[in-house]
């Protein structure tokens, strides 16, 4: 079709309405991209496929960059575009073909013959003009380029169907390229189901983190990674937003700083969107989306406990549709854009004083009655609904996420800002929960008295009034003060208190939805702990392990199964692993101990920064162990990470006191200070129960400190004064006390016999000698032999009862039995280089350990001051954990400590304690060393 020239076009084409309103050239240019502007390669390669495909559709919402995209790439098309922007103003479709022929007009394309030979332009369009157009358009040798921008300001349907007329009929002489910020009226279905469309969508128009980098560089603004990261995720990638920013923060002293803090409430991102967006919508949609703002997300029915008025379904999708800042998440469920609801929040404050705190109010509610507990939460404590948040969290089960679990801290800190005007059952459980998880007992069980009476008034006055309360909201209620009765139990040492709340709890689980309690593994998760924590403070060992075995083993077929609340559980699972590595330990199982005790360390030690009761409590039984093995230095570094690991100010956790005590008296003992020994074990706790096993530690710490001042009766009476359960560990260093004092009691007698002797008193002689002593001795070697005869009781137990055995042997002047037993102790005592019960034992026992036979068997481990002290032993004394085989792999790739810990996850501490570990099992000191003997031994 050959182009007219000027001459033939007459006054109507300059002209686009009957007023004689002229055509502005602005309108048909290609708008000219500013020096700032980004050319995104993965765009423009897309965009290039609108050659092949007759309609192109680049949909995105205002400012997200569609018109200087589509139009950077037709200026270096290099061939003509025609180019028309839409406007408000514009009326029907007469207005918008004589636009459109203009258009294609003006790029080389002439309208058909006669069309606008009127000066005042179309003032009908019929169907002979659009098949004329079609027919002329479909005849082209190379199809016009044709850019609609501002599609979606043409809304009538009329226009559309004549759009997709023409496009249809013109086959491959047009190229219709579509700028809008909603879908047109064609149907689009039919061009993507033949694969003849080309589409941008707002999510594809996004800046990139690059993308945005180098948006910022050319306004003179270069930050680092992350910042970037952070505005690209605060804008999702806005175009405008982004280029506002970085103008904004042109004028800052500290852009970074400006661009991570800015309010967009008060800027002018906020100008733009305020005008371009909800300027443009009816006053009615202005008011949903102001309302909507308090909310992260949002559907119809909530939209409409909101606002008050019905079915504002329609609206929400529409604005989806239009690219309004509202994004679709599926399952009629929105939210704003992050920028869009900061704004519309800072306009409701005020356009509405005071509103925002109502709104907040009415979506917890609604929130909370459909059973969307986190955002529950959220809008009662914005609401300062304290009754509503508190109701929510302890109705749902969900109390013991204030003491465990990745959201405790975030959640202390939703419920700091209650006042003390603040009542209720469930406030005063809140308010329980906090002061317990900072150790704080007074307060706690201040609050969780009060918590009670609330409950049972509720209770009683439900009753009066011949109504009842909801099963599972009562039970819910009372099991939840349950959850925090054992923790008060266990931080109190109340076993008896421990053993009733788990009786309740029992009853109370039967009358609550299963599907609440399957959501809330930690419930049984830490009333099993406390109890079994309890327990252990009882000296009821067998018990105790029993509740403590059961978290344990839940929670790893839990990790196994990769089932949902896996975390919830992380902290009473290492809690329990400390307990029972120092029942392990108690009963003389070091190797046992020490493999739990790890396991222990390797776990989250905090949730959200909050030490759970037992923190440490793996590390002071890993300390214990280091001293049974003589590795003092090791213990005191031990003793010190425990120290760091410590819940801070409040009530000491009990048994985590006790072990500390433990592990530091046996320190000071081993570095040869009795008396700061007696001191260190006495655990600095008020309990209601005085727990057997602590009180005799610390009960044999006084003891030593008298027989070292050879104070034999004041020691006999401490030791008398002893009394179980106790465990074996304690008996068997009893018994070896007991022998003693009854050892150094027949020194002092034999003493005094002899000058009777010289006196010629003889009968009061033999008296002397005899008294006293016999009865300790055979006390101490028949609980010794006891020990040894039962097999559950481990090498921390069985040798030294065997020592107790073998002194009294020697005493007894029967050297061959003693050597005998010693070599069994040797033996038993060589896999867990169980080292400082021979070194306490006394200058009778090291004469005999130092003869020939006994000494090729301390060889290599007894003697010296560490592990790797003389020559190794010749072979793996104990199997390498999974765990340590891994770092020892990483050893071999000559990776630091520091590079191990972030390897592996696990902190720095933890990689040493592997090390010390692999170190003794291997029988070497080094780094070097560790992975020679590994290779020769084939564990690498």
């Given at each position: 079709m050959a182009a007219r020239d000027d001459s033939a076009r007459g006054p109507a084409l300059g002209y686009a309405d009957p007023l004689g309103e002229p055509f502005l050239r602005t309108r048909f240019a290609v708008p000219a991209v500013p020096a700032t502007f980004v050319r995104r390669p993965r765009l423009t390669a897309h965009l290039d496929q609108a050659l092949d495909t007759p309609l192109t559709m680049v949909n995105g919402a205002a400012g997200a960059g569609k018109t200087l995209l589509v139009a950077d790439w037709a200026a270096r098309l290099g061939q003509p575009v025609a180019w028309f922007t839409n406007e408000a103003g514009d009326q029907g479709p007469g207005m918008f073909w004589a636009h459109v022929l203009h258009a294609l007009h003006t790029a080389g394309t002439p309208p058909p013959a006669g069309s606008l030979g009127s000066p005042g332009g179309l003032r009908?369009?019929?169907?002979?003009?659009?098949?004329?157009?079609?027919?002329?358009?479909?005849?082209?040798?190379?199809?016009?380029?044709?850019?609609?921008?501002e599609f979606d300001r043409q809304a009538a349907p009329e226009t559309a169907e004549q759009l997709e007329f023409v496009l249809h009929h013109a086959g491959r002489g047009l190229r219709l390229i579509l700028v809008t910020r909603t879908e047109p009226l064609l149907p689009l279905h039919r061009y993507r189901a033949a694969a003849a469309m080309t589409e941008i969508r707002n999510q594809d128009l996004a800046f990139t983190p690059e993308e945005a980098a180098d948006l910022l560089a050319r306004h003179g603004l270069r930050l680092p990674a992350d910042a970037t990261r952070a505005l690209v995720a605060r804008t999702r990638g806005w175009a405008a937003g982004l280029r506002l920013s970085a103008l904004a923060a042109q004028q800052s002293a500290d852009p970074e700083t400006y661009l991570k803090e800015f309010e967009a409430g008060h800027s002018t991102i906020a100008d733009f969107l305020l005008a371009e967006v909800v300027g443009r919508q009816p006053q009615r949609t202005q008011d949903l989306l102001l309302r909507v703002s308090v909310l992260d997300r949002f559907g119809p029915e909530l939209a409409e406990a909101l606002t008050g008025r019905p079915d504002p379904g329609p609206l929400l999708a529409g604005l989806c549709r239009q690219n309004a800042f509202v994004e679709d998440l599926g399952h009629s469920w929105y939210r704003l854009h992050p920028l869009f609801g900061e704004i519309l929040r800072v306009h409701l404050r005020a356009r509405s004083p005071g509103l925002e705190p109502e709104l907040h109010r009415r979506a917890a509610w609604w929130l909370r009655d459909h059973g969307a507990v986190p955002e529950a939460l959220a809008h009662g404590a914005a609401a300062g609904d304290w009754e509503c948040a508190a109701g929510t969290l302890v109705d749902d089960l969900a109390i013991g996420r204030l003491l465990t679990g990745p959201r405790a801290d975030d959640l202390t800190e939703l419920f700091s800002a209650m006042g003390p005007e603040d009542t209720g059952a469930a406030v005063d459980l809140v308010r329980a929960a906090r002061e317990l998880a900072e150790h704080d007992l007074d307060h706690g069980l201040a609050h969780l008295g009060r918590a009670e009476e609330s409950l049972d008034r509720d209770l009683a006055r439900s009753a009066r009034a011949g109504e009842r309360l909801p099963t599972g909201t009562a039970a819910a209620a009372r099991l939840s003060r349950v959850v925090l009765e054992s923790l008060a139990a266990r931080l109190?040492?109340?076993?008896?208190?421990?053993?009733?709340?788990?009786?309740?709890?029992?009853?109370?689980?039967?009358?609550?939805?299963?599907?609440?309690?399957?959501?809330?593994?930690?419930?049984?998760?830490?009333?099993?702990?406390?109890?079994?924590?309890?327990?252990?403070?009882?000296?009821?060992?067998?018990?105790?392990?029993?509740?403590?075995?059961?978290?344990?083993?839940?929670?790893?077929?839990?990790?196994?199964?990769?089932?949902?609340?896996?975390?919830?559980?992380?902290?009473?699972?290492?809690?329990?692993?400390?307990?029972l590595a120092l029942i392990d330990y108690l009963d003389g199982w070091l190797d046992r101990a020490e493999s739990r005790a790890l396991a222990a360390t390797d776990a989250t030690r905090h949730c959200g920064g909050r030490p759970f009761p037992g923190a440490g409590l793996g590390q002071l039984v890993l300390a214990a162990v280091a001293v049974d093995r003589d590795e003092l230095e090791w213990a005191g570094a031990l003793l010190d990470e425990a120290a760091e690991s410590a819940p801070g100010p409040g009530a000491p956790d009990p048994v985590t006191e006790a072990c500390r005590a433990l592990a530091t008296g046996r320190l000071r003992h081993a570095l040869g200070d009795p008396a700061a020994a007696a001191h260190a074990a006495e655990p600095v706790v008020e309990t209601r129960v005085t727990s057997p096993w602590a009180r005799a530690n610390t009960a044999l710490a006084a003891a030593a400190v008298l027989l070292a001042e050879g104070r034999t009766g004041a020691a006999a009476e401490v030791l008398d004064g002893i009394d179980g359960p106790y465990g074996p560990l304690c008996a068997a260093e009893l018994a070896w006390a007991r022998l003693t004092a009854g050892h150094a009691d027949r020194a002092g007698q034999a003493d005094r016999a002899d000058q009777a002797d010289r006196a010629g008193q003889a009968d009061r002689a033999g008296q002397a000698r005899h008294a006293g002593h016999a009865g300790h001795r055979e006390e101490a070697v028949e609980t010794a032999g006891r020990l040894?005869?039962?097999?559950?009781?481990?090498?921390?137990?069985?040798?030294?009862?065997?020592?107790?055995?073998?002194?009294?042997?020697?005493?007894?002047?029967?050297?061959?039995?003693?050597?005998?037993?010693?070599?069994?102790?040797?033996?038993?005592?060589?896999?867990?280089?169980?080292?400082?019960?021979?070194?306490?034992?006394?200058?009778?026992?090291?004469?005999?350990?130092?003869?020939?036979?006994?000494?090729?068997?301390?060889?290599g481990w007894l003697h010296g001051d560490g592990p790797g002290a003389g020559s190794p032993p010749p072979l793996l004394v104990e199997e390498l954990s999974g765990r340590e085989r891994e770092v020892l792999g990483r050893l071999a790739q000559m990776m630091s400590t520091q590079e191990i810990a972030a390897d592996l996850f696990v902190s720095v501490n933890t990689v040493k304690t592997h090390l010390k570990s692999v170190y003794r099992k291997l029988g070497v000191g080094r780094r070097g060393d560790a992975v020679r003997r590994a290779r020769e031994r084939g564990l690498l």
């Open positions: 009908m369009v019929d169907h002979r003009l659009l098949a004329r157009l079609a027919d002329e358009l479909s005849g082209r040798d190379r199809p016009a380029i044709l850019v609609l921008d109190t040492g109340a076993p008896d208190r421990a053993e009733e709340a788990m009786a309740e709890a029992v009853r109370l689980r039967r009358e609550v939805p299963a599907h609440l309690l399957a959501r809330h593994p930690e419930l049984t998760a830490l009333l099993l702990t406390h109890l079994g924590s309890a327990r252990l403070w009882a000296g009821h060992f067998d018990e105790a392990r029993a509740a403590l075995t059961e978290v344990t083993e839940a929670a790893e077929v839990a990790e196994a199964a990769e089932e949902p609340g896996v975390a919830l559980t992380e902290l009473p699972r290492e809690d329990c692993l400390g307990h040894c005869a039962d097999g559950r009781n481990g090498p921390g137990v069985t040798v030294r009862a065997t020592l107790v055995r073998a002194r009294a042997a020697a005493d007894a002047g029967d050297p061959g039995t003693a050597c005998k037993l010693l070599a069994r102790a040797l033996l038993e005592a060589r896999p867990d280089r169980l080292r400082r019960p021979f070194l306490d034992a006394g200058p009778e026992i090291r004469r005999l350990l130092d003869s020939p036979p006994l000494h090729g068997l301390a060889s």
